[in-house]
């Protein structure tokens, strides 16, 4: 049974940061591209970052490029995303992803999401 487990979020300030974390099992972590998407209430999933098995091939939202920095540790089967210099408006349920496809309208599996709360 795949599981992707969401971690980190809460409540922050703005100009804050949070880093989250997905720990992966029942699959073959290091061989998946992950990413990183988001919901806001009334808006639809928006795609935040994505790396590939090798971490070599990194790609970042528009509303979150330099502010968030995603890594990942295969043999500890975890992904991660470092968000700096937070904003009201990246306020939303952050997912997790394994192999996310067309712009993170389908996945192999998603993770049961975590609430990040900016406050103003």
């Known amino acids: 049974q795949v599981q992707l487990v969401e971690s980190g979020g809460g409540l922050v300030q703005a100009g804050g940061s949070l880093r989250l974390s997905c720990a992966a099992s029942?699959?073959?972590?290091?061989?998946?591209?992950m990413g990183w998407f988001r919901q806001a209430p009334g808006k639809e999933r928006e795609f935040v970052a994505r790396?590939?098995?090798?971490?070599?091939?990194?790609r970042y939202g528009d509303s979150v490029k330099g502010r968030c920095t995603i890594s990942r540790d295969n043999a500890k089967r975890t992904v991660y995303l470092e968000m700096n210099s937070l904003k009201p408006e990246d306020t939303a349920v952050y997912y997790c992803?394994?192999?996310?496809?067309?712009?993170?309208?389908?996945?192999?599996?998603w993770g049961q999401g975590t609430q990040v709360t900016v406050a103003s």
């Open positions: 790396i590939t098995w090798g971490g070599r091939n990194i």
């Open positions: 029942g699959l073959t972590f290091s061989t998946y591209t």
């Open positions: 992803a394994a192999n996310p496809r067309d712009g993170g309208s389908s996945a192999d599996y």
